[in-house]
């Protein structure tokens, strides 16, 4: 809800008369200029505060592959091999739709429609799920892990303009130094938060995109500390609040605020293969490629669904899969600069293909749901109210 208030917002004030003043706050640059921290309040957003929410990323990758389903590479096979095939399958639609138009010049924008909003997607199902399958949710959260930690590598190699070898490596001191105060239990935030600053600002200045270092802080928590504690878990259940409650809804509220122009403007952007493409990317692409590599993995080896689901289950979380919104919001800025024509047709086509995605993904898991529902109530119903249900009674019989 918050993140769909700050999009909100962010479009209104955009497409107001005040909307010149939306892009001078976005523009209004703050910070340093001696350590090259001279940024626009609209870049901090993306590169600082979004460090958080990658953070937290970062914890819940160490956790599914230490103590999670990443962990068992049987079980884990279905859900990673379709992330990538999520990943494939849009950037082709996305390359194919704009070569087809005759416009190689919007290639920049292929790796838009690959991510999964984990937080959305993970909001949707349990907003609609009340007797759907366990399963289901972590199908879909080793998905979205996979999903994110694939969006994170081709953030890190496609998007960084320029390598400086020297800041990059700098950034391991404060790295490893964070690491081992949170391996010997040292939690205490005025240590923590300026060396996870420090390293932040060293993988800024490196070229590499600044989100990166919330990811490797993240890697460095242990999801078992001294004593058993379940440290990964306690830095997300702190951090977690400040990610969702704060750090994605501004960087979407920067991020989302694009002039339309009006509904010949809007008319004209849906017709543009920018457009189009994340549009087609998100909505057809990322669950065709979901659900095709899954079946076909399934088909022609020895992975397998888990028995409490179905192909139709895991085409309403392939649908999911195409809410792209915050990790796609960050790509397009990176691949089309902030403020550009190109790079507005890349907000609308996210916005709207992930609308379009998660109305889909409702109406295939409602109906699964209702399914599971009227099973629930057979397997469970007690007509004469004697404590056994009438499915074992029957049985006996």
């Known amino acids: 809800m918050l993140l769909l208030v700050a999009a909100g917002a962010a479009l209104v004030w955009a497409n107001s008369p005040w909307s010149s003043t939306y892009g001078t706050v976005s523009n209004f640059a703050v910070g340093p200029e001696s350590l090259h921290l001279h940024l626009s309040i609209s870049t901090w957003a993306a590169d600082g505060l979004l460090a958080i929410f990658f953070f937290v990323v970062g914890l819940e990758l160490k956790r599914e592959f230490v103590a999670g389903d990443l962990r068992d590479p049987a079980r884990a096979a279905l859900p990673i091999a379709a992330a990538i095939g999520g990943m494939i399958v849009p950037a082709a639609v996305y390359i194919g739709i704009n070569l087809i138009a005759g416009h190689p010049e919007n ?179 990322k669950p065709v490629g979901v659900l095709a590599t899954a079946f076909l993995l399934a088909k022609f080896t020895h992975a397998s669904l888990d028995e409490d689901l179905a192909w139709r289950d895991v085409l309403g979380v392939a649908l999911l899969a195409g809410i792209g919104f915050t990790v796609s919001l960050l790509i397009g800025e990176l691949a089309f600069g902030y403020g550009t024509a190109a790079g507005a047709d890349v907000k609308i086509g996210v916005l709207a293909g992930s609308v379009i995605a998660g109305l889909l993904a409702a109406a295939v898991l409602l109906s699964r749901n209702a399914a599971y529902r009227r099973i629930h109530a057979k397997e469970t119903a007690d007509a004469d109210h004697d404590g056994v249900p009438d499915i074992y009674e029957a049985r006996k019989d």
């Open 107 to 285: 290639l920049a924008g292929w790796a838009v429609p690959i991510a999964t909003d984990i937080a959305f997607a993970l909001a949707v199902l349990a907003v609609l799920s009340t007797h759907l399958p366990a399963a289901l949710r972590t199908f879909l959260l080793t998905l979205a892990v996979v999903d994110d930690l694939l969006a994170i590598t081709v953030i890190a190699i496609f998007f960084t303009d320029h390598l400086s070898l020297g800041p990059l490596a700098l950034a391991l001191i404060p790295i490893g130094l964070f690491g081992v105060a949170v391996q010997r239990g040292v939690h205490h935030w005025w240590l923590l938060v300026p060396l996870a600053a420090v390293a932040w600002a060293l993988v800024h200045a490196s070229g590499v995109h600044a989100t990166v270092a919330g990811v490797l802080l993240g890697f460095t928590v242990p999801v078992l500390g001294r004593h058993g504690r379940p440290t990964a878990e306690l830095f997300e259940h702190t951090m977690r609040p400040v990610s969702a409650g704060f750090a994605v809804p501004i960087f979407a509220f920067f991020a989302a605020g694009v002039t339309v122009g009006g509904w010949s403007g809007l008319g004209a952007s849906l017709l543009n293969p920018v457009t189009d493409g994340v549009i087609a990317g998100l909505v057809i692409g």
